[in-house]
């Protein structure tokens, strides 16, 4: 069974920074592709990245370009964002995503808070 866990989440002031971390139970490369999602109070679990662990092509939505980097690390099994300028509409829990071809991995989920 493969375990994503993820941390990092906190309380932040607008205009802040947060990185989120997400460590996989097993090897990154034995996924197609790792992801973060949001979700807000009272909303659907919407992408909010995502990057390929064959190469390097990352996808973000459009409310985080240029504020949120996402990466990751072969050797720790582990997939970051790094979230700049911090606004209120980015409060939510994250979870980590990874995709293999016959299904998807979650984890528990992270809460970010940000106060205006």
């Known amino acids: 069974q493969v375990q994503l866990v993820e941390s990092g989440g906190g309380l932040v002031q607008a205009g802040g920074s947060l990185r989120l971390s997400c460590a996989a139970s097993r090897s990154i490369f034995s996924f197609t592709a790792m992801g973060w999602y949001r979700q807000a109070p009272g909303k659907q679990r919407d992408l909010v990245a995502s990057?390929?662990?064959?190469?390097?092509?990352?996808n973000y939505v459009d409310a985080v370009k240029g504020r949120f980097t996402i990466s990751r690390d072969n050797d720790k099994n582990t997939v970051y964002l790094q979230m700049n300028s911090l606004k209120p509409e980015d409060t939510g829990v994250y979870y980590c995503?990874?995709?293999?071809?016959?299904?998807?991995?979650w984890g528990q989920g992270t809460q970010v808070t940000v106060s205006s």
């Open positions: 990057i390929t662990t064959s190469g390097d092509s990352t």
């Open positions: 995503n990874a995709d293999t071809t016959w299904r998807t991995y």
